[in-house]
């Protein structure tokens, strides 16, 4: 089994990234906001914003209290998409409950909108004219392409469809005319659709629900779950179990992560410069 | 095998929409852009403008030449909108193949596309934000409904991912988090996926390309396959070969098309009185 290195990759293209944003007239400026407290999420936000700030791009914080409207942070956040300064906004996750979620991330220009998460991005995405790609679906593709999976011509299983991996998942690979299956419902019995995957894509933050008894011999599992478990980020994926029959195995951490932050600025300086 | 009888169905939608349309008090009207001429799609345009009109909806021809430019036929469109008195536009496929095709159906407002074929209506789709289904997955929905079929909780196998059926189709199954495939890759040999199927959708205009030894024992066949042949309309199913394992048949004509019509009347009725 090889574990595919998504955090090398990332480093990669992060200093590449770099020697662009130099040369780039206009500041590429990321605005990220924030509603209420988390350790968690703040814990991440600032390894993300330690990230951007290597690589040149000005990361610029806007933080609201958890107590927030829906309609009042949708009429403060089309302020930030409007502030020429922010060439890109993302909306951290998860909202607040009482926050419609849908509602807030479509206040997102489609071309200030890296994380490809507002209606009007999705449909761009969805009709195969998105200038970038959902962060975590272009994760995956990159380390396909760097690993030599081919994933155009196999059966890739998709586990969950959640807005920031399976829905996206599934419509690149429609995009790519691929032979895939989606699987989101506990309650239908999907074992032998599992089996026969050659790629496993999983997002479903369930610690350990992907085994090695459920998957074919030489698979690829790419697991794309997070989940939080006393204070440490989980996938989906048992890689002890898997290990014996996976052929790659993209873990958590330092597979899709660090790859769907790079990737996300990657699409930041490219809308930036459309 | 039971067939499924679209047709009567949309008798009853149609009947039911033609007392609605009489009690709203702004007229509904329906543009059909068209470029180019072709028999057969006249024949077809023919059809639904007698099925519209006796429902009460009112029904404009918009004609093209089919040399026109796209940026011509987008700004004609833009026009045709805009309209007051128009309150859905539709756009005749094929359109030649010059034009630039997604770019003219964006020029259609999310809120006069029954179709739901821009990338805004299909994007609001995506995100469970529509208030009215692509036509072709609103008639296969009706049809599970009225039969008892139960989509949400078996295997449903797509075949073809066009912008019409296979790509409509797997969205509705996301936001129904059901069990799916989608198979567009023909050189991915599929045949373990589809004799799973307890559902096959297929849309992919290959007239006899489902029979019956593909197929398990009891699936039910929704033919949403449409080509020409001979000036006849066929689907993708080869009827004789999967009777006797199908449990249920929608067929080509009288299954999923004559309900896609009815309910593309449906989705203009709804979005004239939002």
Request: aromatic share 4%; with cysteine; proline share 6%.
């Amino acid at each position: 089994m090889i574990l595919l290195d998504g955090k090398k990759i990332a480093e990669r293209i992060l200093k590449d990234l770099k020697a662009e944003i130099a040369g780039v007239e206009k500041p590429v400026r990321l605005a990220v906001v924030v509603a209420g407290k988390d350790p968690v999420i703040e814990s991440f936000i600032v390894q993300k914003r330690k990230a951007a700030e290597s690589v040149g791009i000005d990361v610029r914080m806007y933080p609201f209290p958890v107590d927030i409207t829906t309609n009042e942070l949708r009429k403060r956040i089309a302020e930030i998409v409007h502030e020429e300064k922010n060439t890109g906004v993302i909306i951290q996750l998860p909202l607040p409950l009482h926050i419609n979620k849908q509602y807030i991330l479509n206040a997102i220009l489609p071309e200030k909108d890296p994380d490809v998460l507002s209606s009007r991005a999705i449909g761009n995405f969805a009709v195969g004219k998105s200038p970038v790609m959902p962060p975590v679906v272009g994760a995956i593709q990159t380390l396909c392409d760097e690993y030599g999976i081919d994933y155009k011509n196999k059966h890739t299983v998709i586990l969950g469809a959640g807005v920031l991996v399976g829905r996206p998942a599934a419509l690149w690979l429609m995009n790519e005319h691929a032979a895939f299956s989606v699987v989101a419902n506990s309650r239908y019995d999907a074992g032998r659709i599992i089996a026969d995957a050659d790629i496993i894509i999983t997002g479903i933050g369930k610690p350990g629900f992907v085994t090695g008894a459920m998957i074919k011999q030489g698979a690829v599992v790419i697991d794309a779950g997070t989940s939080e478990s006393e204070g440490k980020m989980t996938g989906d994926v048992d890689v002890d179990s898997v290990t014996p029959r996976a052929s790659y195995v993209a873990p958590v951490p330092g597979g899709v992560g660090p790859l769907t932050v790079a990737i996300l600025f990657k699409n930041l300086v490219t809308l930036a410069t459309l």
